[in-house]
Protein backbone atom coordinates (compact mmCIF):
# COMPACT_ATOMS: atom_id res chain seq x y z
CA UNK A 1 0.00 0.00 0.00
CA UNK A 2 2.88 2.40 0.98
CA UNK A 3 4.20 1.39 -2.10
CA UNK A 4 1.72 2.35 -4.29
CA UNK A 5 0.87 5.46 -3.02
CA UNK A 6 4.79 6.43 -3.43
CA UNK A 7 5.04 5.58 -7.09
CA UNK A 8 1.16 7.38 -7.64
CA UNK A 9 3.00 10.43 -6.42
CA UNK A 10 6.57 9.73 -8.42
CA UNK A 11 4.08 9.49 -11.06
CA UNK A 12 1.87 12.85 -10.82
CA UNK A 13 5.60 14.36 -10.55
CA UNK A 14 6.66 12.83 -14.10
CA UNK A 15 3.22 13.78 -15.59
CA UNK A 16 2.53 17.27 -14.13
CA UNK A 17 4.47 20.31 -13.44
CA UNK A 18 5.39 21.38 -9.91
CA UNK A 19 3.24 24.82 -10.56
CA UNK A 20 0.11 22.41 -11.55
CA UNK A 21 0.21 20.27 -8.63
CA UNK A 22 0.48 22.94 -6.00
CA UNK A 23 -2.53 24.92 -7.39
CA UNK A 24 -4.66 21.62 -8.46
CA UNK A 25 -6.95 20.42 -5.40
CA UNK A 26 -7.74 17.10 -7.72
CA UNK A 27 -4.13 16.18 -8.87
CA UNK A 28 -4.80 12.34 -9.27
CA UNK A 29 -7.69 13.73 -12.41
CA UNK A 30 -5.42 15.67 -13.53
CA UNK A 31 -2.59 13.10 -14.20
CA UNK A 32 -4.66 10.95 -16.03
CA UNK A 33 -6.19 13.92 -18.27
CA UNK A 34 -2.93 14.43 -19.04
CA UNK A 35 -2.21 11.11 -19.78
CA UNK A 36 -4.90 9.72 -21.65
CA UNK A 37 -7.48 13.01 -21.80
CA UNK A 38 -11.09 14.04 -20.53
CA UNK A 39 -11.63 10.28 -19.77
CA UNK A 40 -8.75 9.81 -16.94
CA UNK A 41 -10.56 12.54 -15.33
CA UNK A 42 -13.86 11.36 -15.49
CA UNK A 43 -12.07 7.72 -14.49
CA UNK A 44 -10.21 8.63 -11.59
CA UNK A 45 -13.58 11.03 -10.25
CA UNK A 46 -15.45 7.87 -10.98
CA UNK A 47 -12.77 5.46 -8.81
CA UNK A 48 -12.55 7.95 -6.19
CA UNK A 49 -16.53 8.20 -5.78
CA UNK A 50 -15.96 4.38 -5.63
CA UNK A 51 -13.53 4.74 -2.94
CA UNK A 52 -16.01 7.33 -0.89
CA UNK A 53 -18.90 4.80 -0.81
CA UNK A 54 -16.55 1.90 0.26
CA UNK A 55 -15.21 3.95 3.42
CA UNK A 56 -18.85 5.41 3.90
CA UNK A 57 -19.51 1.46 4.11
CA UNK A 58 -16.93 0.51 6.07
CA UNK A 59 -17.85 3.25 8.90
CA UNK A 60 -21.87 2.40 8.94
CA UNK A 61 -21.50 -0.94 9.60
CA UNK A 62 -18.33 -0.49 12.22
CA UNK A 63 -18.64 2.46 13.76
CA UNK A 64 -22.61 1.76 15.49
CA UNK A 65 -21.27 -1.45 16.70
CA UNK A 66 -18.77 0.94 18.76
CA UNK A 67 -21.66 2.75 20.64
CA UNK A 68 -23.79 -0.56 20.91
CA UNK A 69 -20.75 -2.47 22.68
CA UNK A 70 -19.92 1.00 25.13
CA UNK A 71 -23.69 0.70 26.00
CA UNK A 72 -23.59 -3.00 26.97
CA UNK A 73 -20.54 -2.32 28.55
CA UNK A 74 -22.32 0.65 30.67
CA UNK A 75 -20.31 3.40 28.75
CA UNK A 76 -23.03 4.60 26.97
CA UNK A 77 -27.01 4.90 27.35
CA UNK A 78 -28.17 1.36 27.82
CA UNK A 79 -30.87 1.76 25.19
CA UNK A 80 -28.19 2.11 22.56
CA UNK A 81 -27.56 -1.91 23.49
CA UNK A 82 -30.66 -2.85 21.97
CA UNK A 83 -30.93 -5.01 19.38
CA UNK A 84 -33.78 -5.29 16.17
CA UNK A 85 -35.97 -7.90 17.27
CA UNK A 86 -35.92 -9.69 13.13
CA UNK A 87 -32.54 -8.24 11.90
CA UNK A 88 -30.53 -8.39 15.40
CA UNK A 89 -28.42 -5.02 14.20
CA UNK A 90 -27.92 -2.18 16.89
CA UNK A 91 -30.85 -0.12 14.79
CA UNK A 92 -30.26 2.97 18.05
CA UNK A 93 -26.67 3.12 17.21
CA UNK A 94 -27.12 3.09 13.73
CA UNK A 95 -29.59 6.27 13.99
CA UNK A 96 -26.90 7.97 16.37
CA UNK A 97 -24.58 7.45 13.79
CA UNK A 98 -26.73 9.00 11.09
CA UNK A 99 -27.84 11.56 12.91
CA UNK A 100 -24.18 12.65 13.67
CA UNK A 101 -22.90 12.29 9.67
CA UNK A 102 -25.78 14.40 8.95
CA UNK A 103 -24.49 16.87 11.44
CA UNK A 104 -20.98 16.74 10.34
CA UNK A 105 -21.73 17.07 7.06
CA UNK A 106 -23.92 20.47 7.12
CA UNK A 107 -21.75 22.21 9.97
CA UNK A 108 -18.40 21.60 7.45
CA UNK A 109 -19.79 22.10 3.72
CA UNK A 110 -17.49 21.23 2.13
CA UNK A 111 -15.63 17.42 1.89
CA UNK A 112 -12.50 18.39 2.19
CA UNK A 113 -13.06 20.46 5.61
CA UNK A 114 -15.13 17.06 6.78
CA UNK A 115 -12.17 14.54 5.92
CA UNK A 116 -9.80 17.15 7.63
CA UNK A 117 -11.60 17.45 10.57
CA UNK A 118 -11.83 13.46 10.32
CA UNK A 119 -8.39 13.07 9.78
CA UNK A 120 -6.90 14.48 12.05
CA UNK A 121 -8.35 12.51 15.18
CA UNK A 122 -7.93 9.56 13.53
CA UNK A 123 -3.92 10.14 13.04
CA UNK A 124 -3.53 11.01 16.47
CA UNK A 125 -5.03 7.85 17.63
CA UNK A 126 -3.31 6.50 14.86
CA UNK A 127 -0.13 7.78 16.57
CA UNK A 128 -0.66 6.76 20.25
CA UNK A 129 -0.94 3.00 18.71
CA UNK A 130 2.14 3.14 17.25
CA UNK A 131 3.82 4.76 20.54
CA UNK A 132 2.00 1.65 22.59
CA UNK A 133 3.88 -0.79 20.58
CA UNK A 134 7.54 0.96 21.54
CA UNK A 135 5.67 0.71 25.35
CA UNK A 136 4.32 -2.70 25.34
CA UNK A 137 7.57 -3.97 23.86
CA UNK A 138 9.56 -2.18 27.18
CA UNK A 139 6.76 -3.67 29.70
CA UNK A 140 6.68 -7.02 28.08
CA UNK A 141 9.90 -7.30 26.75
CA UNK A 142 10.21 -10.67 24.50
CA UNK A 143 7.43 -12.54 25.68
CA UNK A 144 7.04 -16.18 24.06
CA UNK A 145 4.10 -15.24 21.41
CA UNK A 146 4.31 -11.42 21.73
CA UNK A 147 3.57 -9.92 17.82
CA UNK A 148 7.12 -9.17 15.93
CA UNK A 149 7.07 -5.65 14.32
CA UNK A 150 9.63 -5.87 11.39
CA UNK A 151 12.42 -3.48 11.65
CA UNK A 152 12.08 -2.63 15.62
CA UNK A 153 12.40 -0.05 17.10
CA UNK A 154 13.02 1.82 13.65
CA UNK A 155 9.38 1.11 11.98
CA UNK A 156 7.36 2.27 15.01
CA UNK A 157 9.58 5.67 15.64
CA UNK A 158 9.85 6.59 12.24
CA UNK A 159 5.63 6.11 12.04
CA UNK A 160 5.18 7.79 15.09
CA UNK A 161 7.30 10.94 14.08
CA UNK A 162 5.33 11.05 10.43
CA UNK A 163 1.94 10.76 12.61
CA UNK A 164 3.07 13.87 14.99
CA UNK A 165 4.50 15.32 11.89
CA UNK A 166 0.79 14.96 10.47
CA UNK A 167 -1.13 16.15 13.52
CA UNK A 168 0.93 19.18 13.44
CA UNK A 169 0.98 19.82 9.63
CA UNK A 170 -3.26 19.79 9.90
CA UNK A 171 -3.41 22.12 12.93
CA UNK A 172 -0.84 24.38 11.46
CA UNK A 173 -2.60 24.14 7.80
CA UNK A 174 -6.37 24.02 9.27
CA UNK A 175 -6.64 25.04 12.16
CA UNK A 176 -10.04 25.54 12.17
CA UNK A 177 -11.12 22.11 11.66
CA UNK A 178 -8.16 20.48 13.68
CA UNK A 179 -9.32 22.76 16.76
CA UNK A 180 -12.71 22.02 16.15
CA UNK A 181 -11.64 17.88 16.44
CA UNK A 182 -9.09 18.22 19.36
CA UNK A 183 -12.47 19.71 21.26
CA UNK A 184 -14.77 16.75 20.44
CA UNK A 185 -12.14 14.25 21.50
CA UNK A 186 -11.37 15.96 24.63
CA UNK A 187 -15.21 16.16 25.23
CA UNK A 188 -15.38 12.45 24.15
CA UNK A 189 -12.46 11.68 26.98
CA UNK A 190 -14.18 13.58 29.43
CA UNK A 191 -17.82 12.56 28.93
CA UNK A 192 -15.90 8.41 28.86
CA UNK A 193 -14.36 8.99 31.88
CA UNK A 194 -17.41 10.42 33.89
CA UNK A 195 -19.44 7.06 31.94
CA UNK A 196 -16.77 5.00 33.12
CA UNK A 197 -16.87 6.31 36.90
CA UNK A 198 -20.39 5.88 36.73
CA UNK A 199 -20.24 2.09 35.85
CA UNK A 200 -17.93 1.17 38.22
CA UNK A 201 -20.07 2.67 41.21
CA UNK A 202 -23.05 0.30 39.44
CA UNK A 203 -25.29 3.71 38.04
CA UNK A 204 -27.41 3.41 35.92
CA UNK A 205 -26.65 4.67 32.09
Known sequence: MTLAYV?????????????????SSHVAGDAMQAAIGRAGGALVAAAIASSVLGT?????????????????RGLFFRGVADLHPQWRTPV???VIQ??????????????ESLISYVVFVDWIFFTLAGAAVIVLRRRAGRAPGAYRVPGYPLVPIVFVGVGVWFVASTLWGQPKQA???AIVLGVGTGV??????????GAPG
Not at 98 to 111: D, H, R, S
Not at 192 to 201: D, E, I, L, N, T
Open 98 to 111: TVWAVVLVMAWGTF
Open 56 to 72: AGIYTLTTPRVYWAMAE
Open 7 to 23: FANVAYLRMLPMATIIA
Open 179 to 181: IAG
Open 192 to 201: YFVWKGRSAR
Open 92 to 94: RAI
